[in-house]
């Protein structure tokens, strides 16, 4: 199996390439056209912040690029924000797959603390993606802003309101946490996504 993940000016994209290579697959990091539509899946991951890292797909033409992929396509984190609409990050519009808005957390009292940073519970889910898991998995957040739940919500957690954890649209899926960083469940979903049917 041909895997690809897209390569842009993001950070944390090595968690990625060896979470696959435990996995048993040898990814291709590009930003070439042909090797990213020739690949059986794209992974989009990595963390930034939203309004340079656009600047740099517009750029090398990534978004058109990524919009026309037909075969299964797994964003995280910032790759899933980037999916979206626009992002109050920076006023930034983004890619577009998700029509909705990434809204900025607002803390109502001390405790709740921006970036949203550790493990939280994954509820409401609803996806070949989560196969083979269990109601209220633990994986892994860091992120300061979120999707808020929508038609494309396929799973959901909680940090000072509910939001989207995981998206799907078409052959599309994201997820706001990190599976490379989410032990045995975070493998579990990145086995799942190979394995989905494209």
């Known amino acids: 199996?041909?895997?690809?993940?897209?390569?842009?000016?993001?950070?944390?994209?090595?968690?990625?390439?060896?979470?696959?290579?435990?996995?048993?697959?040898?990814?291709?990091?590009?930003?070439?056209?042909?090797?990213?539509?020739?690949?059986?899946?794209?992974?989009?991951?990595?963390?930034?912040?939203?309004?340079?890292?656009?600047?740099?797909?517009?750029?090398?033409?990534?978004?058109?690029?990524?919009?026309?992929?037909?075969?299964p396509v797994l964003g995280i984190c910032v790759g899933q924000q980037l999916l979206c609409q626009h992002s109050e990050e920076g006023n930034t519009d983004c890619i577009g797959i998700f029509p909705v808005e990434v809204k900025r957390f607002c803390p109502h009292h001390h405790e709740e603390k921006v970036p949203a940073?550790?493990?939280?519970?994954?509820?409401?889910?609803?996806?070949?993606?989560?196969?083979?898991?269990?109601?209220?998995?633990?994986?892994?957040?860091?992120?300061?802003?979120?999707?808020?739940?929508?038609?494309?919500t396929i799973a959901t957690a909680d940090y000072i309101l509910p939001y989207s954890a995981a998206l799907h649209k078409d052959n599309f899926y994201a997820t706001q946490f990190h599976p490379e960083k989410s032990g045995k469940v975070g493998e579990k979903i990145l086995r799942n996504f190979l394995e989905l049917k494209g």
């Open 117 to 152: 940073m550790g493990w939280n519970t994954l509820q409401d889910v609803k996806s070949d993606l989560f196969k083979g898991l269990g109601e209220e998995e633990y994986v892994y957040f860091v992120h300061s802003f979120y999707v808020p739940v929508c038609e494309f």
């Open 1 to 71: 199996m041909e895997v690809a993940i897209v390569k842009y000016n993001a950070g944390n994209i090595y968690s990625v390439v060896n979470a696959l290579r435990r996995l048993g697959i040898e990814p291709t990091l590009t930003d070439c056209a042909e090797e990213l539509q020739r690949a059986d899946r794209v992974l989009f991951p990595g963390q930034g912040e939203a309004g340079t890292t656009m600047h740099y797909i517009r750029e090398h033409h990534l978004d058109d690029i990524i919009r026309d992929l037909k075969q």
